[in-house]
């Protein structure tokens, strides 16, 4: 094609071009134009080229200074080509009445406020050229988008047009779908490309190119019509990003879940944005829809947080207000097939928008057949997946799974974490809904469950493994993996798998005994034992003692002692039947832990000790650390306290030996922490204590934290440290409260009692004895506590001045109490010598036999009715 004279910026650079050796492709590469550009301005298609552009052209041909001030004059006086040929396409442009109105939805967009400030901010920028809004479907990114187009449009007075790319399914439409909106009419046979780079050359506008996801390789010629027209802009909606360079990628995130602070008033949770937005919705669907009390907005806060924040999830549910009440809205939401309550959306929307399920499936039909199946398998796992997870189900080789995750990450149908160190991966609840049911449609859900319940078997069966490292940090792991732990639990429980559940929750009752899920895990364990059947192999024996093991820990935490050794006597017939002599000794020495705390002191130390005796034969000294310490437990329940130590020490020098962790010795210190208290060394139990207190906080351990805040309450009693003493026992409570210890939690508020009086703050001393019966429950008239909190009354009726109450009390207490070899702390001796002695001063002693004979005839019964009696005064 031909270049008239009068355009001489155009043979100029032509010339200059030549001169340098360059080709039309190697000069565009050097100046950081596309080829296209080039080409157009030598052939004088592109009038005015703009300074930028000369600037850059004069640098990649290396001007000498006069050639480059000439070369610049010749820009400023080129003119458009005269040919007939050229004229049609920008005229046409100038002229066409291109449509810029934005369809606007007619519902405001609500919650996106901080997004809207940044992303105005960095669309404004001169350097933004290529702007991206990713995330997952129902999102909210064409909706945000037009609200940023509508804000360009009206307040910056820029030039708009929205380019609609649902109905463009070809890559190679792209362009042509530019230019219909444009209006642009081509006459020629010009190239579409040349014809839109001559008409947007000089133009500011933005296209606003909604849906690319389904043609991401035009992202490269539309790069290039940018790098061509330097006043274009194009802010682009996708699922995933275009992945050119100069892409600047915004990803929306779904709306933010409400935090529980947010929730004390009703005006507090209307402000919610996902609640705002619900509400928006229900109420145009039903107009008189509002919230009566706090508690429904948190029904709607927790269906939002159900459908994790995503606005057409919430609007599609909102819309259902008209066949269900929030509460069967929000239990219908709870079940796995929810999909079928997200449909039936507003007619404006977009075929594959009306329905949940249709916009899931809209961004898996574009997946590869690897992201897909990935995608499906996604659907067996609760909480995310760590890649060694996903790789036992899906049994894809590591190229192919890392390949696979990569792309459906990028596609936003998984995100993508770092927990713990560890890269793992999760959907969405919606998106995980709809990979189940992808799963059920290809057949593929049970053979995906099975191999999720095996992968999650081999993990929590490490936890019985002693080669595999610190107990902690399998612990750990579990922890992070427990939604998929239990789903594979009840995977087992529902197929009949009743031997793998039960080899499950045998290797589990360790993680809940750390983690204090003592009656989850109980629960578990007699619901697979009630259905195992007898054993019929050494496996199955085996298999039933771990889980009677565990029986017998979760019941002990709960102060369940006649089915603790219930389970214990049991355990140790299977062990003794299979004849592991390893096993056999760690099945006395659990005996015998539940055996003691029933006071049957005689055969839990033979028991101890006989296990201490094989372990011996054994040479296993790192067995013998358990077996020490609950020993000297035993000895302190007996009042044994300098035996006792003997014994603990005996059992952290063996755990060294043996590099177990600080975990492992940590309930051992605690024991030595305890054993200073029966000694009146408070300083050194505080000093054993704190930090195993600390570590078990940390572990989340929160029964072996009870403990230890426990033993620091009552020597920092000891030491006068008042507040600490407070906190210590405070904590203590809440931690034994919520794992369900009843009996632990009696003892702390008698000690709260205790310290209260101490403090002479006779109301809090009885709201705490008062709750402390409560907690008794029917245990009352048989546990031993009840005799200690009788002795607390009897304080309470000295304080009060009434001594012959006072000394009926203190006779029951004592002559219970007193038959037990459980030894009493200095503290308590203390306040039983001050009342003691107030009381002879104040009734003599013959009365006081007199009294004290009354109280030691009192039932338990007659003793808990004098209590309250006692209590009654106070009120």
Not at 14 to 26: D, K, N, P, V
Not at 116 to 144: D, E, H, I, S
Not at 561 to 590: H, K, P, V, W, Y
Not at 606 to 627: D, H, I, K, S, T
């Amino acid at each position: 094609m031909s270049v008239t004279n009068s355009s001489d910026f155009a043979t100029l650079l032509h010339r200059y071009r030549h001169r340098s050796g360059l080709t039309q492709e190697a000069l565009a590469e050097r100046a950081g134009l596309s080829r296209a550009a080039v080409s157009l301005l030598e052939r004088g298609n592109i009038r005015a080229p703009q300074r930028a552009t000369v600037d850059m052209l004069s640098a990649a041909l290396a001007l000498a200074p006069e050639e480059a001030a000439e070369f610049m004059m010749k820009a400023r006086r080129a003119r458009r080509p005269e040919h007939a040929e050229y004229e049609d396409a920008p005229r046409a442009f100038a002229d066409a009445a291109y449509d810029d109105r934005l369809p606007m939805p007619l519902t405001p967009l609500i919650g996106r406020e901080q997004e809207q400030v940044a992303l105005l901010k960095l669309l404004g920028r001169k350097t933004t050229r290529l702007f991206t809004l990713t995330g997952p479907a129902g999102v909210g990114k064409t909706r945000l988008a037009l609200e940023l187009a509508a804000t360009v449009q009206r307040e910056w007075h820029w030039k708009v047009v929205f380019v609609e790319l649902i109905p463009v399914r070809e890559p190679e439409r792209v362009l042509p779908a530019i230019s219909q909106a444009l209006g642009i009419r081509k006459r020629d046979d010009t190239p579409l490309y040349e014809t839109l780079v001559r008409a947007l050359y000089d133009r500011p506008i933005v296209l606003v190119l909604d849906n690319f996801e389904q043609v991401l390789p035009a992202a490269r010629p539309l790069l290039e019509l940018l790098i061509a027209c330097g006043q274009v802009k194009a802010l682009v909606t996708s699922r995933a990003p275009l992945n050119v360079r100069g892409e600047q990628i915004f990803p929306v995130a779904p709306l933010a879940l409400p935090d529980p602070t947010e929730l004390e008033s009703l005006q507090a949770v209307s402000h919610v944005p996902t609640v705002a937005l619900f509400l928006a919705r229900a109420a145009a669907s039903q107009h008189y829809f509002t919230l009566a009390t706090v508690e429904e907005g948190r029904l709607v806060a927790s269906i939002c947080a159900r459908l994790d924040g995503l606005p057409l999830a919430i609007e599609l549910a909102a819309a259902r207000i008209r066949q269900f009440g929030l509460q069967q809205l929000h239990e219908r939401l709870a079940q796995p097939a929810l999909l079928g309550m997200l449909s039936d959306g507003p007619q404006d929307l977009a075929d594959h928008q009306r329905t949940m399920r249709s916009t899931i499936a809209w961004s898996y039909a574009l997946l590869g057949e690897e992201e897909r199946r990935l995608f499906r398998s996604l659907g067996v796992f609760i909480s995310g997946a760590s890649v060694e997870a996903i790789a036992s189900v899906t049994d894809m080789a590591n190229d192919t799974l890392a390949a696979a995750l990569a792309a459906t990450v990028d596609a936003n149908l998984l995100q993508c974490a770092d927990v713990a160190g560890e890269q793992r991966y999760a959907q969405l609840v919606t998106l995980q809904a709809y990979a189940r049911e992808r799963l059920g449609i290809d057949g593929e859900l049970e053979e995906a469950r099975r191999r999720h319940a095996a992968y999650y078997l081999s993990l929590v069966e490490l936890l019985l493994d002693e080669e595999v490292g610190q107990v902690e940090n399998i612990t750990a792991r579990v922890e992070i993996e427990y939604e998929n732990v239990r789903a594979s639990l009840g995977w087992a429980w529902e197929t009949g798998a009743i031997m793998r559940g039960l080899r499950m929750a045998g290797a589990l009752w360790r993680f809940w005994d750390a983690r204090a899920r003592f009656l989850e895990g109980l629960d578990w364990l007699e619901r697979f034992i009630g259905r195992a059947g007898l054993p019929t192999s050494h496996e199955e024996l085996s298999v039933l003692a771990q889980a009677w093991t565990g029986v017998l820990v979760m019941a002990h935490r709960l102060d369940r002692f006649d089915r603790a050794r219930e389970a214990g006597e049991t355990a140790l017939r299977l062990r003794q039947e299979i004849g592991n002599r390893t096993e056999i000794a760690s099945a006395m020495m659990n005996l015998a832990n539940t055996l003691t705390e029933l006071r049957e002191y005689e055969r839990a130390q033979a028991l101890y000790q006989e296990c201490l005796a094989l372990r011996r034969e054994a040479n296993n000294r790192r067995g013998m650390v358990f077996p020490l310490m609950n020993l000297g437990g035993l000895y302190q329940e007996m009042g044994w306290s300098r035996e006792a130590l003997a014994c603990y020490e005996e059992s952290v020098a063996l755990s060294r030996e043996a590099g177990e962790g600080d975990f492992a010795r940590g309930l051992t210190w605690n024991s030595i922490g305890e054993t200073y208290l029966l000694l009146d060394e408070p300083l050194r139990a505080v000093e054993v204590t704190e930090p195993n207190y600390l570590l078990f906080k940390r572990e989340q351990s929160a029964f072996f934290a009870a403990t230890c805040a426990f033993t620091l309450g009552r020597a920092q009693w000891r030491l006068g440290d008042m507040e600490d003493a407070h906190t210590s026992l405070i904590e203590a409570a809440r931690l034994f409260s919520a794992v369900g210890s009843a009996l632990m939690l009696v003892r702390v508020r008698y000690f709260r009692a205790s310290l209260a009086l101490d403090q002479g703050d006779i109301a809090a001393a009885q709201r705490e004895l008062n709750q402390a019966l409560a907690d008794l429950a029917g245990e009352a008239h048989e546990s031993e506590y009840v005799w200690w909190l009788v002795e607390r009354a009897g304080s309470l009726a000295c304080r009060r001045g009434a001594p012959e109450q006072a000394a009926r009390l203190y006779g029951a207490a004592i002559a219970h109490r007193d038959m037990s070899p459980r030894p009493i702390e200095p503290a308590e001796k203390e306040i039983r010598a001050r009342d003691l002695g107030w009381l002879l001063s104040m009734l003599g002693e013959p009365v006081l036999t007199a009294c004290h004979a009354q109280g030691w005839t009192l039932t338990p019964h007659d003793a808990i009715a004098l209590v309250r009696q006692e209590l009654e005064h106070f009120r």
